[in-house]
């Protein structure tokens, strides 16, 4: 029998993580053995204590990014942990502002992001607010350059922070990301929720939502209709009159939600 079908799917998203530990204390056995006469104990344990705890944090972060967006992205190996330190007067990579500028993180410190220098990008205080709200520009956005970051700090910039951008530029909604195929010609379309309609945005593709506004009260008559609808038993006839009522919010949520 394999070893995914014995121990299981959680077994499996584990175990690399536990092999980096053993191997690692493998690797500085050795290290010892090898240089003992001139490798201090001290030393050996803080810099294994950094190698543990680098490995925790990618761990972290890899698993953060899963729960918060349902993606996949491996961590990239970090060469420290050290706090990044830019230098004074690094300049804003939109404006070039170097008065008052911030350290930003790509992949955010919530859901681990590295304090090191590839996973940070120069941004004055204004641009870090408008960048971390999803309200920068085009023109603003296509300057930042993160070319010589770490390749996880890329993958989630190019996924997360532009697609969440390009969904802000073209429909005016901030922090909500693309749908599963990426498409972004979406339609006006309705989540019935109760006594409550929701306007979203459809994917004709893979049929994705992605509510826009929150909930709204249903127009009263509708409301009563799809209350008493739903306590009749199914049947054709109760279908039709339930998509009759859905086109009708459908086109009541067109009229409030257009498309930039």
Not at 108 to 115: D, K, Q
Not at 163 to 188: A, F, P, Q, S
Request: some cysteine.
């Amino acid at each position: 029998m394999a070893r995914d079908s014995l121990y299981g799917s959680a077994h499996q998203n584990k175990w690399p993580h536990e092999k980096r530990v053993f191997d690692l204390f493998q690797e500085y056995e050795k290290k010892w053995l090898a240089q003992k006469e001139t490798y201090g104990w001290n030393n050996l344990l803080v810099d294994l204590r950094n190698e543990v705890t680098t490995i925790i944090d990618e761990t972290y972060q890899q698993l953060a990014i899963q729960l918060k967006h349902n993606l996949s992205i491996p961590s990239s190996r970090r060469k420290s942990i050290l706090f990044a330190q830019p230098p004074e007067q690094t300049p804003c990579q939109i404006c070039g502002e170097t008065r008052v500028t911030n350290v930003s993180h790509i992949i955010p410190r919530e859901l681990g992001g590295s304090e090191s220098d590839d996973n940070i990008i120069s941004l004055c205080a204004n641009h870090h607010y408008l960048f971390d709200q999803v309200h920068l520009t085009e023109e603003e956005f296509s300057k930042i350059d993160v070319s010589d970051k770490a390749a996880d700090s890329i993958q989630y910039f190019k996924i997360i922070h532009l697609g969440r951008h390009r969904m802000y530029w073209k429909y005016g909604v901030n922090k909500m990301g693309t749908c599963r195929c990426g498409n972004l010609d979406y339609e006006i379309d309705v989540w019935l929720n109760g006594s409550f309609i929701e306007p979203c945005l459809k994917c004709p593709h893979c049929g994705d939502k992605l509510v826009l506004r929150g909930k709204h009260p249903l127009p009263e008559e509708v409301a009563i209709s799809i209350d008493t609808l739903m306590n009749l038993p199914d049947s054709e006839e109760k279908s039709v009159h339930i998509r009759e009522i859905e086109d009708k919010v459908r086109a009541i949520a067109r009229e409030k939600f257009v498309h930039k």
